[in-house]
């Protein structure tokens, strides 16, 4: 198993994945090689002791968290409300 180094931005990147209930653990995977377990350590390490109980409690077992739990017609979750980014500065409605 080889070693990933993280940049700060990337933890924090990580982070605000893993807290998303909608962020798979396989989108974690894809986009910077973590796995579930790598993860999890990952947090454990990073946030205090209850903030990591809080959200293992909300993450274990939870559909969304894991790609193939589930249902076959939910790919990609987008907000509707979400802005897109153009030339760094957020779009007005």
């Known amino acids: 198993m080889?070693?990933?180094i993280l940049k700060?931005?990337?933890?924090d990147r990580i982070i605000e994945m893993a807290w998303e209930d909608r962020t798979s653990f396989e989108a974690i995977e894809i986009q910077f090689g973590l796995?579930?377990?790598e993860v999890i350590k990952l947090m454990r390490k990073e946030?205090?002791?209850?903030s990591f109980k809080m959200w293992?409690?909300?993450?274990?077992g939870r559909v969304t968290k894991h790609?193939?739990?589930?249902?076959?017609?939910?790919?990609?979750?987008?907000?509707?409300?979400?802005k897109t980014i153009t030339h760094?500065?957020?779009s007005k409605r």
């Open 56 to 60: 293992r409690k909300r993450t274990n």
């Open 47 to 50: 946030m205090k002791s209850s």
């Open 88 to 90: 760094n500065k957020i």
């Open 67 to 82: 790609a193939a739990l589930r249902s076959n017609g939910v790919n990609r979750f987008k907000c509707t409300m979400q």
């Open 2 to 4: 080889k070693a990933i």
């Open 8 to 11: 700060d931005k990337d933890i």
């Open 35 to 37: 796995k579930e377990k």
